[in-house]
C-alpha cells in the first residue's frame, strides 16, 4: 500500500485511502486526500464523488 499511495502523490494525484492504511497517516494531507473506513461502501461512494466534483488537480 504504501507505493501506491507514494506514487500517487508524487505524480499529483489526490489520494482516497481507507482508514486502515497506516501510510496514509504520515503521507496525506487534508489538501491531497480523503479518508474512509474500508466497511463503508456510502463513505466511499461519497469520497469518490467528492474527488469528482472538486476535479482534476490544478498544476
Known amino acids: 500500500m ?3 499511495v507514494d506514487e500517487a ?3 499529483g494525484t ?3 485511502a481507507t482508514l ?3 501510510a496514509a497517516d504520515d503521507l ?4 491531497t486526500d480523503r479518508r ?5 461502501p456510502p463513505a466511499l ?3 469518490m464523488l467528492a474527488e469528482y466534483r472538486q476535479g482534476p488537480p490544478r498544476a
Open 36 to 40: 474512509c473506513l474500508a466497511v463503508d
Open 20 to 22: 486502515e492504511v497506516v
Open 28 to 31: 496525506c494531507t487534508e489538501a
Open 9 to 11: 502523490l508524487g505524480f
Open 14 to 16: 489526490r489520494v482516497i
Open 45 to 47: 461512494a461519497f469520497a
Open 2 to 4: 504504501l507505493l501506491g
